[in-house]
């Protein structure tokens, strides 16, 4: 069974000339599953054939005209042609375009709106920039050379300079606000590092977050540190991508780290910010690891003394007891959890430290003080469960 699968120009005065664009066969049954409709490598071919035609009839069809001299209005003629290869998502194409010369006053035209040294259309410089902001340049190249007709510049180091050009053309944009302005927007922001490949300098911090409405509104932010980007006006510009007015409520989200704290303030974000429970999960798990080491003795014998087993035991359980309650959404119960073992905390102070990198310190209260924990509270912006952090507790509280 066979197709021919042909092009026609249809204009004003109806069909045109007809091209035909490629010959598809395939089985006349479907006992194997894999002769089922057509292959990937037909539809590249089919895609690729279709794009180098269409393209053609533009580029006859673009000669034909005479713009007018941007200087002296005059019409243009033809002064030569030059070939320009453009990189489409549906393949590489040859353009024979015109230059034009106005007979006038001398002056040349190009005729057309884009640069004579652009090499590519916009929509493969989106997907490109897209998909390597998903994954890794190699990644996205194989990507691309498997699913599209793709056949320059799918190199990887191809895709990390186009890539870093759509970036820095984008931090230059000024921000679009949507027509319905955010009634709340929730803000997070943290940071990590990873290896670098510059001489001298192993790892970079990167800062990383984003902003969300409550409407599915949602842009994605980040930054090198010590890199020349002004954070605070990348979170700045994103806010106002999402809609922010004077009367947006602000709700963010971080980790414990003050420099984090001073870059949402700096952007705007005065609210102080909640923790996560990613941060709040990792302090949980250091405070278990100090609960289960509690001494039960009273002194240097020994000897178990009941109420500090006792204590121990209920520091044990509802430490336990808050993962569940805080993940959750169980903010009062997390608090009643707190509040119980700060009522039994009264048996180990005056402790002293027993681990090895802190011998030093002389009161182990000061490393298991549930009062300088950060307090569930349910966010404004989402719905979920943030923390915030009320203060710390002295020693003697």
Same mark, same amino acid.
């Given at each position: =069974?066979?197709?021919?699968?042909?092009?026609?120009?249809? /204009?004003?005065?109806?069909?045109?000339?007809?091209?035909?664009?490629?010959?598809?066969?395939?089985?006349?049954?479907?006992?194997?599953?894999?002769?089922?409709?057509?292959?990937?490598?037909?539809?590249?071919?089919?895609?690729?054939?279709?794009?180098?035609?269409?393209?053609?009839?533009?580029?006859?069809?673009?000669?034909?005209?005479?713009?007018?001299?941007?200087?002296?209005?005059?019409?243009? @003629?033809?002064k030569d042609y030059r070939?320009?290869?453009?990189?489409?998502?549906?393949?590489?194409?040859?353009?024979?375009?015109?230059?034009f010369r106005c007979a006038?006053?001398?002056?040349? %035209?190009?005729?057309?709106?884009?640069?004579?040294?652009?090499?590519?259309?916009?929509?493969?410089?989106?997907?490109q920039a897209h998909l390597?902001?998903?994954?890794?340049?190699?990644?996205?190249?194989?990507?691309?050379?498997?699913?599209?007709?793709?056949?320059? !510049?799918?190199?990887?180091?191809?895709?990390?300079?186009?890539?870093?050009? *759509?970036?820095?053309?984008?931090?230059?944009?000024?921000?679009?606000?949507?027509?319905?302005?955010?009634?709340?927007?929730?803000?997070?922001?943290?940071?990590?590092?990873? @290896?670098?490949?510059?001489?001298? +300098?192993?790892?970079? +911090?990167?800062?990383?977050?984003?902003?969300?409405?409550?409407?599915?509104?949602?842009?994605?932010? !980040?930054? *090198?540190?010590?890199?020349?980007?002004?954070? +605070?006006?990348?979170?700045?510009?994103?806010?106002?991508?999402? !809609?922010?007015?004077?009367?947006?409520?602000?709700?963010?989200?971080?980790?414990?780290?003050?420099?984090?704290?001073?870059?949402?303030?700096?952007? !705007?974000?005065?609210?102080?910010? =909640?923790?996560?429970?990613?941060?709040?999960?990792?302090?949980?798990?250091?405070?278990?690891?100090?609960?289960?080491?509690?001494?039960?003795?009273?002194?240097?014998?020994?000897?178990?003394?009941?109420?500090?087993?006792?204590?121990?035991?209920?520091? *044990?359980?509802?430490? %336990?007891?808050?993962?569940?309650?805080?993940?959750? /959404?169980?903010?009062?119960?997390?608090?009643?959890?707190?509040?119980?073992?700060?009522?039994?905390?009264?048996?180990?102070?005056?402790?002293?430290?027993?681990?090895?990198?802190?011998?030093?310190?002389?009161?182990?209260?000061?490393?298991?003080?549930?009062?300088?924990?950060?307090?569930?509270?349910?966010?404004?912006?989402?719905?979920?469960?943030?923390?915030?952090?009320?203060?710390?507790?002295?020693?003697? +509280?």
């Open positions: =069974m066979a197709w021919m699968l042909r092009l026609v120009k249809i /204009g004003g005065e109806g069909e045109g000339p007809c091209t035909d664009i490629m010959e598809i066969r395939r089985p006349d049954d479907l006992v194997d599953i894999a002769n089922l409709g057509l292959t990937l490598a037909e539809a590249k071919l089919l895609l690729a054939g279709v794009q180098r035609e269409i393209v053609a009839a533009q580029a006859r069809d673009h000669a034909v005209r005479r713009p007018s001299c941007a200087r002296c209005g005059d019409v243009c @003629r033809v070939d320009h290869a453009v990189s489409t998502l549906f393949g590489q194409v040859t353009l024979r375009l015109p230059r006038a006053c001398g002056g040349i %035209e190009a005729g057309v709106g884009w640069p004579s040294q652009c090499r590519s259309t916009p929509e493969l410089d989106r997907l390597c902001a998903l994954m890794t340049y190699r990644t996205a190249a194989d990507v691309l050379g498997q699913m599209f007709p793709v056949d320059a !510049g799918t190199h990887h180091e191809t895709l990390r300079r186009h890539t870093l050009k *759509v970036g820095e053309a984008l931090g230059e944009c000024a921000a679009v606000r949507p027509e319905t302005p955010a009634s709340a927007i929730m803000v997070t922001l943290d940071s990590t590092f990873i @290896r670098s490949c510059e001489n001298g +300098e192993r790892h970079l +911090e990167v800062r990383v977050g984003n902003v969300e409405t409550q409407s599915g509104g949602r842009q994605v932010f !980040g930054a *090198v540190a010590k890199a020349g980007t002004d954070i +605070e006006a990348l979170i700045r510009r994103n806010l106002d991508a999402v !809609g922010r007015t004077g009367d947006t409520a602000l709700t963010a989200f971080t980790d414990g780290c003050p420099g984090l704290r001073r870059i949402l303030a700096d952007a !705007g974000v005065t609210t102080p910010p =909640m923790l996560d429970w990613f941060h709040v999960a990792m302090r949980l798990q250091h405070l278990k690891q100090i609960a289960g080491a509690l001494p039960t003795d009273a002194g240097a014998l020994p000897t178990d003394d009941p109420a500090r087993g006792a204590a121990r035991a209920v520091i *044990v359980e509802e430490v %336990e007891r808050l993962h569940w309650r805080i993940w959750n /959404g169980k903010a009062k119960d997390a608090q009643v959890g707190i509040d119980r073992i700060r009522a039994v905390m009264h048996h180990f102070r005056g402790e002293p430290d027993r681990r090895r990198s802190n011998r030093g310190r002389s009161d182990s209260e000061t490393h298991f003080r549930f009062g300088c924990y950060w307090t569930p509270v349910p966010t404004g912006a989402s719905g979920s469960l943030g923390c915030s952090r009320p203060g710390r507790l002295k020693n003697d +509280e």
